[in-house]
Protein backbone atom coordinates (compact mmCIF):
# COMPACT_ATOMS: atom_id res chain seq x y z
CA UNK A 1 0.00 0.00 0.00
CA UNK A 2 1.20 3.54 -0.58
CA UNK A 3 2.59 5.41 2.13
CA UNK A 4 1.11 8.99 2.68
CA UNK A 5 3.09 11.92 4.41
CA UNK A 6 1.65 15.34 5.59
CA UNK A 7 4.28 18.29 5.73
CA UNK A 8 3.23 21.39 7.64
CA UNK A 9 5.35 24.52 7.13
CA UNK A 10 6.05 27.75 9.49
CA UNK A 11 8.61 30.48 8.21
CA UNK A 12 10.49 32.10 5.59
CA UNK A 13 10.62 31.31 1.51
CA UNK A 14 13.39 29.15 2.30
CA UNK A 15 11.24 26.97 4.57
CA UNK A 16 8.48 26.75 1.93
CA UNK A 17 10.93 25.80 -0.76
CA UNK A 18 12.85 23.26 1.75
CA UNK A 19 9.29 21.62 2.14
CA UNK A 20 8.66 21.30 -1.42
CA UNK A 21 12.22 20.03 -2.14
CA UNK A 22 11.45 17.43 0.70
CA UNK A 23 8.03 16.19 -0.64
CA UNK A 24 9.53 15.66 -4.20
CA UNK A 25 12.36 13.50 -2.74
CA UNK A 26 9.72 11.45 -0.63
CA UNK A 27 7.27 11.35 -4.00
CA UNK A 28 10.43 9.91 -6.14
CA UNK A 29 10.43 7.26 -3.24
CA UNK A 30 6.87 6.43 -3.82
CA UNK A 31 5.01 8.13 -1.68
CA UNK A 32 1.81 10.37 -1.73
CA UNK A 33 0.21 13.22 -0.01
CA UNK A 34 -2.46 12.83 2.91
CA UNK A 35 -5.46 14.76 3.13
CA UNK A 36 -4.90 15.47 6.50
CA UNK A 37 -2.27 14.60 9.23
CA UNK A 38 -4.18 12.17 11.00
CA UNK A 39 -4.41 10.06 8.06
CA UNK A 40 -0.75 9.88 7.20
CA UNK A 41 2.39 7.64 8.04
CA UNK A 42 4.55 10.43 8.20
CA UNK A 43 3.70 13.93 9.52
CA UNK A 44 6.95 16.54 9.14
CA UNK A 45 6.75 19.50 10.93
CA UNK A 46 9.52 22.34 9.12
CA UNK A 47 10.39 24.66 11.34
CA UNK A 48 10.96 28.41 12.02
CA UNK A 49 13.56 29.92 15.42
CA UNK A 50 13.52 33.85 14.32
CA UNK A 51 10.52 34.19 16.56
CA UNK A 52 9.65 32.46 19.79
CA UNK A 53 6.35 32.97 18.39
CA UNK A 54 7.28 30.32 15.67
CA UNK A 55 8.81 27.71 17.80
CA UNK A 56 5.73 27.71 20.59
CA UNK A 57 3.30 27.37 17.14
CA UNK A 58 5.43 23.89 16.36
CA UNK A 59 5.23 22.77 19.70
CA UNK A 60 1.70 23.29 19.94
CA UNK A 61 1.33 21.60 16.61
CA UNK A 62 3.40 18.63 18.41
CA UNK A 63 1.07 18.28 21.45
CA UNK A 64 -2.13 17.76 18.55
CA UNK A 65 -0.32 15.23 17.02
CA UNK A 66 0.75 13.60 20.33
CA UNK A 67 -2.56 11.67 20.69
CA UNK A 68 -2.36 10.27 17.00
CA UNK A 69 0.91 8.47 17.79
CA UNK A 70 -0.52 7.31 20.81
CA UNK A 71 -3.21 5.67 18.84
CA UNK A 72 -0.98 4.36 15.59
CA UNK A 73 2.40 4.16 17.14
CA UNK A 74 4.05 2.99 13.66
CA UNK A 75 3.48 6.78 12.12
CA UNK A 76 6.99 8.92 11.65
CA UNK A 77 6.93 12.49 13.29
CA UNK A 78 9.88 14.64 12.01
CA UNK A 79 10.91 17.70 13.24
CA UNK A 80 12.83 19.37 10.48
CA UNK A 81 14.79 22.70 9.87
CA UNK A 82 15.93 25.64 11.74
CA UNK A 83 14.54 24.92 15.08
CA UNK A 84 15.91 21.03 15.02
CA UNK A 85 19.32 22.32 13.80
CA UNK A 86 19.18 24.75 16.95
CA UNK A 87 17.41 23.07 19.53
CA UNK A 88 18.67 19.19 18.66
CA UNK A 89 18.35 17.46 21.66
CA UNK A 90 15.89 19.55 23.63
CA UNK A 91 13.05 18.65 20.71
CA UNK A 92 12.85 15.17 21.85
CA UNK A 93 13.18 15.83 25.67
CA UNK A 94 9.90 18.52 25.24
CA UNK A 95 8.09 15.33 22.83
CA UNK A 96 10.11 12.53 23.18
CA UNK A 97 7.09 11.11 20.49
CA UNK A 98 9.21 12.55 18.00
CA UNK A 99 11.53 10.16 15.31
CA UNK A 100 13.41 12.60 13.47
CA UNK A 101 14.89 15.99 14.21
CA UNK A 102 16.99 16.96 10.91
CA UNK A 103 18.34 20.35 10.30
CA UNK A 104 18.56 22.33 7.29
CA UNK A 105 21.72 21.30 5.56
CA UNK A 106 20.59 17.34 6.36
CA UNK A 107 17.52 17.46 4.48
CA UNK A 108 18.21 15.42 1.45
CA UNK A 109 18.15 12.40 4.31
CA UNK A 110 15.25 12.30 4.92
CA UNK A 111 13.63 9.82 3.08
CA UNK A 112 16.70 7.37 4.44
CA UNK A 113 15.98 8.18 7.39
CA UNK A 114 12.16 7.82 7.49
CA UNK A 115 12.69 4.56 6.24
CA UNK A 116 15.39 3.47 8.56
CA UNK A 117 12.99 4.52 11.86
CA UNK A 118 10.13 2.30 9.99
CA UNK A 119 12.23 -0.54 10.24
CA UNK A 120 12.74 -0.23 13.66
CA UNK A 121 16.31 1.68 13.96
CA UNK A 122 14.81 4.13 16.33
CA UNK A 123 14.71 8.43 17.21
CA UNK A 124 17.33 10.17 14.78
CA UNK A 125 19.25 13.22 15.06
CA UNK A 126 21.08 14.69 11.67
CA UNK A 127 21.85 18.06 12.31
CA UNK A 128 25.44 20.42 10.87
CA UNK A 129 28.35 20.94 13.36
CA UNK A 130 28.11 24.77 15.53
CA UNK A 131 29.35 27.49 13.96
CA UNK A 132 32.25 27.48 16.19
CA UNK A 133 32.90 23.60 16.07
CA UNK A 134 35.21 23.63 13.64
CA UNK A 135 37.07 25.33 10.34
CA UNK A 136 34.81 27.74 8.21
CA UNK A 137 35.45 24.69 5.13
CA UNK A 138 34.41 22.43 7.60
CA UNK A 139 31.11 23.79 9.06
CA UNK A 140 29.71 25.05 5.71
CA UNK A 141 30.39 21.09 4.22
CA UNK A 142 28.17 20.21 7.44
CA UNK A 143 25.48 22.39 5.87
CA UNK A 144 25.14 20.42 2.56
CA UNK A 145 23.51 21.59 -0.59
CA UNK A 146 19.95 20.22 -0.82
CA UNK A 147 18.30 20.97 -4.19
CA UNK A 148 17.62 18.18 -5.75
CA UNK A 149 14.79 18.18 -8.78
CA UNK A 150 11.60 19.71 -7.87
CA UNK A 151 8.01 18.49 -8.16
CA UNK A 152 5.77 21.14 -9.93
CA UNK A 153 2.48 19.78 -8.01
CA UNK A 154 3.67 20.93 -4.67
CA UNK A 155 3.93 24.93 -5.98
CA UNK A 156 1.33 26.26 -4.71
CA UNK A 157 0.59 27.31 -8.26
CA UNK A 158 1.89 26.11 -11.13
CA UNK A 159 3.02 29.20 -12.86
CA UNK A 160 5.59 30.32 -9.76
CA UNK A 161 8.48 29.32 -7.89
CA UNK A 162 11.28 30.12 -5.69
CA UNK A 163 15.05 29.24 -6.78
CA UNK A 164 17.63 29.57 -4.09
CA UNK A 165 20.61 31.43 -4.84
CA UNK A 166 22.46 31.00 -1.60
CA UNK A 167 22.56 29.17 1.83
CA UNK A 168 23.29 30.37 4.93
CA UNK A 169 24.19 33.79 6.36
CA UNK A 170 27.24 36.02 7.48
CA UNK A 171 25.93 38.72 8.47
CA UNK A 172 25.39 38.16 12.09
CA UNK A 173 22.92 40.83 13.05
CA UNK A 174 22.84 40.66 17.27
CA UNK A 175 19.83 40.00 17.32
CA UNK A 176 19.39 36.88 13.97
CA UNK A 177 19.82 33.10 14.67
CA UNK A 178 19.75 32.61 11.20
CA UNK A 179 23.64 32.06 10.38
CA UNK A 180 23.61 29.74 13.39
CA UNK A 181 20.67 27.69 12.11
CA UNK A 182 21.62 28.32 8.66
CA UNK A 183 25.83 28.10 8.54
CA UNK A 184 28.07 29.93 6.22
CA UNK A 185 27.23 31.68 3.01
CA UNK A 186 27.54 29.75 -0.16
CA UNK A 187 27.02 30.66 -3.20
CA UNK A 188 25.19 28.22 -5.81
CA UNK A 189 26.59 28.58 -9.25
CA UNK A 190 24.52 30.56 -11.96
CA UNK A 191 25.13 27.83 -14.02
CA UNK A 192 23.43 26.02 -11.77
CA UNK A 193 20.60 28.50 -10.91
CA UNK A 194 19.88 28.66 -14.69
CA UNK A 195 19.31 25.10 -15.55
CA UNK A 196 16.80 25.26 -12.91
CA UNK A 197 15.09 28.06 -13.96
CA UNK A 198 14.94 26.87 -17.17
CA UNK A 199 13.15 23.53 -16.36
CA UNK A 200 10.79 25.22 -13.76
CA UNK A 201 9.64 27.23 -17.53
CA UNK A 202 9.53 23.64 -19.81
CA UNK A 203 7.00 22.78 -16.37
CA UNK A 204 4.61 25.88 -16.50
CA UNK A 205 6.33 28.08 -14.65
CA UNK A 206 6.27 31.49 -15.83
CA UNK A 207 7.73 34.01 -12.77
CA UNK A 208 10.49 32.79 -10.72
CA UNK A 209 12.11 34.79 -7.26
CA UNK A 210 15.03 34.21 -6.43
CA UNK A 211 15.63 33.62 -2.58
CA UNK A 212 18.82 33.93 -0.42
CA UNK A 213 19.16 35.22 3.42
CA UNK A 214 20.66 38.18 2.04
CA UNK A 215 20.29 37.31 -1.64
CA UNK A 216 21.95 40.73 -3.23
CA UNK A 217 25.09 39.60 -1.25
CA UNK A 218 25.44 37.23 -3.71
CA UNK A 219 28.95 36.58 -5.35
CA UNK A 220 30.22 33.30 -6.67
CA UNK A 221 33.85 33.24 -7.84
CA UNK A 222 34.54 30.94 -11.05
CA UNK A 223 37.31 30.61 -13.33
CA UNK A 224 38.52 33.74 -12.18
CA UNK A 225 35.61 35.68 -12.24
CA UNK A 226 33.36 36.62 -9.53
CA UNK A 227 29.49 36.60 -10.43
CA UNK A 228 27.03 39.32 -9.01
CA UNK A 229 22.99 39.12 -8.64
CA UNK A 230 23.34 42.07 -11.39
CA UNK A 231 25.18 39.51 -13.69
CA UNK A 232 22.87 36.21 -12.68
CA UNK A 233 19.12 38.81 -13.26
CA UNK A 234 21.02 39.26 -16.77
CA UNK A 235 21.35 35.75 -17.84
CA UNK A 236 18.19 35.12 -15.94
CA UNK A 237 16.43 37.87 -18.37
CA UNK A 238 16.98 36.25 -21.09
CA UNK A 239 15.97 33.10 -20.22
CA UNK A 240 12.91 32.13 -22.78
CA UNK A 241 9.31 31.66 -21.85
CA UNK A 242 10.47 33.65 -18.45
CA UNK A 243 7.91 36.46 -17.56
CA UNK A 244 8.99 37.48 -14.67
CA UNK A 245 11.94 37.69 -11.80
CA UNK A 246 12.02 38.80 -7.93
CA UNK A 247 14.52 38.61 -5.23
CA UNK A 248 14.45 38.67 -1.59
CA UNK A 249 15.65 39.37 0.77
CA UNK A 250 18.38 42.32 0.64
CA UNK A 251 20.61 43.79 2.69
CA UNK A 252 21.11 47.43 2.52
CA UNK A 253 24.94 47.68 2.19
CA UNK A 254 25.10 45.85 -0.54
CA UNK A 255 22.62 47.30 -2.57
CA UNK A 256 24.93 48.29 -5.11
CA UNK A 257 24.09 50.48 -8.21
CA UNK A 258 24.84 47.69 -10.83
CA UNK A 259 21.63 46.01 -9.31
CA UNK A 260 19.62 48.58 -9.27
CA UNK A 261 20.60 49.77 -12.81
CA UNK A 262 19.92 45.31 -13.22
CA UNK A 263 16.30 46.59 -12.01
CA UNK A 264 15.67 49.08 -14.16
CA UNK A 265 17.24 48.04 -17.13
CA UNK A 266 16.10 44.41 -17.61
CA UNK A 267 12.05 44.01 -18.61
CA UNK A 268 11.64 40.99 -16.92
CA UNK A 269 13.25 42.07 -13.38
CA UNK A 270 10.30 43.42 -11.29
CA UNK A 271 10.53 47.02 -9.71
CA UNK A 272 10.11 45.59 -6.26
CA UNK A 273 12.80 45.74 -3.46
CA UNK A 274 12.78 44.50 0.15
CA UNK A 275 15.12 46.17 1.89
CA UNK A 276 15.03 45.95 5.65
CA UNK A 277 15.74 48.84 8.13
CA UNK A 278 15.28 46.91 11.08
CA UNK A 279 15.11 50.51 13.04
CA UNK A 280 15.42 54.12 12.86
CA UNK A 281 18.35 54.87 15.48
CA UNK A 282 21.51 54.66 14.88
CA UNK A 283 21.98 53.71 18.52
CA UNK A 284 19.82 50.84 18.11
CA UNK A 285 21.08 49.95 14.48
CA UNK A 286 24.34 49.77 16.55
CA UNK A 287 23.32 47.54 19.57
CA UNK A 288 21.59 45.43 16.75
CA UNK A 289 24.87 45.14 14.90
CA UNK A 290 23.58 45.59 11.50
CA UNK A 291 26.61 47.29 9.89
CA UNK A 292 25.22 50.81 8.99
CA UNK A 293 23.88 53.57 9.82
CA UNK A 294 20.36 55.43 9.52
CA UNK A 295 22.05 57.99 6.88
CA UNK A 296 23.76 55.26 5.23
CA UNK A 297 20.13 53.70 4.30
CA UNK A 298 18.55 56.85 3.18
CA UNK A 299 20.97 57.27 0.90
CA UNK A 300 20.39 53.92 -0.44
CA UNK A 301 17.00 54.17 -0.65
CA UNK A 302 17.66 57.46 -2.37
CA UNK A 303 19.91 56.20 -5.19
CA UNK A 304 16.74 53.28 -5.69
CA UNK A 305 13.84 56.76 -5.84
CA UNK A 306 16.00 58.47 -8.55
CA UNK A 307 16.82 55.36 -10.68
CA UNK A 308 13.44 53.97 -10.49
CA UNK A 309 10.98 56.46 -9.56
CA UNK A 310 7.82 53.47 -9.97
CA UNK A 311 9.20 51.23 -7.23
CA UNK A 312 7.65 49.44 -4.33
CA UNK A 313 10.16 49.21 -0.98
CA UNK A 314 9.52 47.49 1.66
CA UNK A 315 10.87 46.80 5.02
CA UNK A 316 11.08 44.95 8.15
CA UNK A 317 11.12 46.52 11.96
CA UNK A 318 11.90 45.40 15.07
CA UNK A 319 10.44 47.59 18.36
CA UNK A 320 11.36 46.64 21.77
CA UNK A 321 14.81 46.02 21.27
CA UNK A 322 17.28 45.68 24.12
CA UNK A 323 17.06 48.82 25.96
CA UNK A 324 14.89 50.87 23.15
CA UNK A 325 13.94 54.25 24.81
CA UNK A 326 11.21 56.07 23.41
CA UNK A 327 13.66 58.60 21.60
CA UNK A 328 15.10 55.83 20.13
CA UNK A 329 11.48 54.42 19.10
CA UNK A 330 10.27 57.68 17.88
CA UNK A 331 13.24 57.88 15.55
CA UNK A 332 11.48 54.25 13.89
CA UNK A 333 8.07 55.89 13.41
CA UNK A 334 9.10 58.75 11.88
CA UNK A 335 10.78 57.15 9.55
CA UNK A 336 7.80 54.52 8.67
CA UNK A 337 6.16 58.06 8.28
CA UNK A 338 8.20 59.75 5.70
CA UNK A 339 10.08 56.85 3.91
CA UNK A 340 7.51 55.57 2.09
CA UNK A 341 7.33 52.70 2.32
CA UNK A 342 4.47 50.28 0.06
CA UNK A 343 4.37 48.08 3.34
CA UNK A 344 6.74 46.99 6.27
CA UNK A 345 6.67 43.56 8.18
CA UNK A 346 6.70 44.78 11.90
CA UNK A 347 7.84 42.77 14.95
CA UNK A 348 8.09 42.77 18.47
CA UNK A 349 11.85 41.91 19.91
CA UNK A 350 12.19 37.92 21.02
CA UNK A 351 14.93 36.83 22.38
CA UNK A 352 16.86 34.07 20.04
CA UNK A 353 19.03 31.99 22.63
CA UNK A 354 22.75 31.79 20.78
CA UNK A 355 23.00 35.22 19.32
CA UNK A 356 25.04 37.94 21.04
CA UNK A 357 21.45 39.83 22.15
CA UNK A 358 20.38 36.92 24.24
CA UNK A 359 24.17 36.48 25.72
CA UNK A 360 25.11 40.08 26.60
CA UNK A 361 22.01 42.51 25.91
CA UNK A 362 18.88 42.22 28.45
CA UNK A 363 15.53 41.77 27.28
CA UNK A 364 14.39 45.38 29.32
CA UNK A 365 11.51 46.68 27.36
CA UNK A 366 8.31 45.40 29.26
CA UNK A 367 5.98 43.09 26.92
CA UNK A 368 3.33 45.91 27.35
CA UNK A 369 5.50 48.92 25.90
CA UNK A 370 6.56 46.16 23.14
CA UNK A 371 2.83 45.55 22.00
CA UNK A 372 1.89 49.20 22.21
CA UNK A 373 4.62 50.40 20.03
CA UNK A 374 4.17 47.63 17.49
CA UNK A 375 0.50 48.94 17.58
CA UNK A 376 1.57 52.67 17.12
CA UNK A 377 4.03 51.01 14.63
CA UNK A 378 1.65 48.72 12.30
CA UNK A 379 -1.27 52.16 12.35
CA UNK A 380 1.78 54.29 11.17
CA UNK A 381 2.39 51.98 8.14
CA UNK A 382 -1.30 51.49 7.36
CA UNK A 383 -1.84 55.10 6.58
CA UNK A 384 1.67 55.29 4.48
CA UNK A 385 0.45 52.19 2.84
CA UNK A 386 -2.96 53.68 2.68
CA UNK A 387 -1.59 57.06 0.91
CA UNK A 388 0.77 54.85 -1.64
CA UNK A 389 -2.20 52.79 -2.87
CA UNK A 390 -4.97 56.17 -3.31
CA UNK A 391 -2.62 57.38 -5.86
CA UNK A 392 -3.84 54.08 -7.88
CA UNK A 393 -7.12 55.11 -7.98
CA UNK A 394 -8.41 56.10 -11.46
CA UNK A 395 -5.61 54.17 -13.26
CA UNK A 396 -5.66 50.98 -15.19
CA UNK A 397 -2.76 48.03 -14.04
CA UNK A 398 -1.80 45.00 -15.55
CA UNK A 399 -2.46 41.91 -13.23
CA UNK A 400 -0.68 38.79 -12.62
CA UNK A 401 -4.09 36.66 -11.41
CA UNK A 402 -2.68 34.68 -8.92
CA UNK A 403 -5.98 32.87 -7.99
CA UNK A 404 -9.32 33.03 -5.84
CA UNK A 405 -9.16 35.98 -3.13
CA UNK A 406 -8.57 34.98 0.38
CA UNK A 407 -12.49 35.53 0.82
CA UNK A 408 -13.83 33.06 -1.48
CA UNK A 409 -10.41 30.77 -0.69
CA UNK A 410 -12.05 31.15 3.56
CA UNK A 411 -16.15 30.02 1.97
CA UNK A 412 -14.68 27.14 -0.26
CA UNK A 413 -16.10 29.18 -3.41
CA UNK A 414 -15.53 26.90 -6.34
CA UNK A 415 -16.88 27.99 -9.45
CA UNK A 416 -15.04 25.62 -11.87
CA UNK A 417 -13.20 26.22 -14.77
CA UNK A 418 -16.13 27.96 -16.55
CA UNK A 419 -17.59 29.89 -13.56
CA UNK A 420 -17.10 34.06 -12.33
CA UNK A 421 -15.21 34.53 -8.16
CA UNK A 422 -13.56 36.78 -6.90
CA UNK A 423 -10.11 36.69 -7.80
CA UNK A 424 -6.64 38.21 -6.91
CA UNK A 425 -3.72 39.57 -8.53
CA UNK A 426 -0.38 41.57 -8.66
CA UNK A 427 0.58 44.28 -9.95
CA UNK A 428 4.03 45.47 -11.65
CA UNK A 429 4.76 46.72 -8.28
CA UNK A 430 3.39 44.66 -5.87
CA UNK A 431 0.13 45.84 -4.95
CA UNK A 432 -2.20 43.45 -4.33
CA UNK A 433 -5.94 44.11 -6.55
CA UNK A 434 -9.08 42.27 -5.93
CA UNK A 435 -11.66 41.79 -8.46
CA UNK A 436 -14.48 39.56 -9.91
CA UNK A 437 -13.92 37.49 -12.96
CA UNK A 438 -13.70 34.39 -14.54
CA UNK A 439 -11.62 31.41 -13.38
CA UNK A 440 -9.84 31.01 -16.61
CA UNK A 441 -8.19 34.21 -16.35
CA UNK A 442 -5.69 32.03 -13.52
CA UNK A 443 -2.20 32.65 -14.23
CA UNK A 444 -3.15 35.42 -16.71
CA UNK A 445 -2.06 38.77 -17.49
CA UNK A 446 -4.96 41.02 -17.62
CA UNK A 447 -5.47 44.84 -17.47
CA UNK A 448 -7.62 46.25 -14.57
CA UNK A 449 -9.24 49.43 -14.12
CA UNK A 450 -8.37 50.27 -10.38
CA UNK A 451 -11.75 51.91 -8.60
CA UNK A 452 -10.77 51.88 -4.93
CA UNK A 453 -7.71 51.36 -2.57
CA UNK A 454 -7.50 49.99 0.85
CA UNK A 455 -4.04 49.88 3.23
CA UNK A 456 -3.77 46.40 2.03
CA UNK A 457 -5.02 45.93 -1.56
CA UNK A 458 -6.86 47.81 -4.43
CA UNK A 459 -9.75 46.99 -6.25
CA UNK A 460 -11.30 47.24 -9.86
CA UNK A 461 -13.21 45.82 -12.52
CA UNK A 462 -11.40 43.70 -15.70
CA UNK A 463 -10.88 46.66 -18.68
CA UNK A 464 -12.87 46.63 -21.46
CA UNK A 465 -12.30 44.01 -24.00
CA UNK A 466 -10.04 41.74 -21.64
CA UNK A 467 -12.72 38.96 -20.54
CA UNK A 468 -10.52 37.07 -22.85
CA UNK A 469 -7.17 37.93 -22.19
CA UNK A 470 -4.40 36.03 -23.95
CA UNK A 471 -2.18 33.52 -22.25
CA UNK A 472 1.79 34.75 -21.01
CA UNK A 473 3.50 33.69 -23.88
CA UNK A 474 1.76 35.86 -26.30
CA UNK A 475 2.19 38.86 -23.54
CA UNK A 476 5.35 38.02 -23.73
CA UNK A 477 5.78 38.45 -26.92
CA UNK A 478 4.80 42.67 -26.42
CA UNK A 479 7.63 43.04 -23.54
CA UNK A 480 5.00 42.78 -20.88
CA UNK A 481 7.22 42.46 -17.43
CA UNK A 482 4.93 42.82 -14.25
CA UNK A 483 6.75 41.93 -11.28
CA UNK A 484 5.51 38.95 -8.56
CA UNK A 485 5.19 39.71 -4.92
CA UNK A 486 7.00 38.65 -1.76
CA UNK A 487 4.04 36.43 -0.74
CA UNK A 488 2.48 33.44 1.42
CA UNK A 489 1.68 31.15 -0.97
CA UNK A 490 -1.40 29.24 -0.01
CA UNK A 491 -0.48 25.87 0.61
CA UNK A 492 -1.40 22.78 -1.78
CA UNK A 493 -3.03 19.14 -1.08
CA UNK A 494 -1.54 17.88 2.09
CA UNK A 495 0.39 20.86 3.35
CA UNK A 496 -0.77 23.77 5.59
CA UNK A 497 0.67 26.73 7.92
CA UNK A 498 0.81 25.83 11.20
Known sequence: MTKRLWIETVGCQMNVL??????????????????????????????????????????????????????????????????????????????????????????????TLVEEVIAGGGPRIEVSLDRKAGSRDAIARSFESYDPDRDPAMRPTPFQAFIRTQTGCDKFCAFCVVPHVRGPEQARSPDTILAEARKLVAEGCREITLIGQTVNSYRFADGGRTHRLSDLLA?????????????????????????IAAVRDLPKV?????????????????RMKRGYTIEEYLEMLGRIR????????????????????????????ELVKTAGFKNSFIFKYSPRPGTK??????????????????????????????AGNRRFIGTRQRVLVEGLSSRDEKH??????????????????DRIVVFDAPTRLVG??????????????????????LADAVPLDHL???????????????????????
Request: proline content about 7%.
Open 18 to 111: DSELVVAALRRQGWDMASAAAEADAVFYNTCSVRQHAEDKVYSALGRIRAVKAKRPDIVVGVLGCMAQKDQELVRRRAPWVDLVVGPGQLHQVP
Open 235 to 259: RLDAVDGLDRIKFVTNYPRDMTDDL
Open 270 to 286: CPYLHVPAQHGSNAVLT
Open 306 to 333: AALPEAAVTSDFIVGYCGETDAEFTATL
Open 357 to 386: AFDRLPDDVPEEVKRERNAVLLAAQEEASL
Open 412 to 429: GIDPGPDGTAQLTGRTPC
Open 444 to 465: RLVDIDILAAGAWSLSGLVADG
Open 476 to 498: RLAGEAPELHDIALPAPPGRSEV
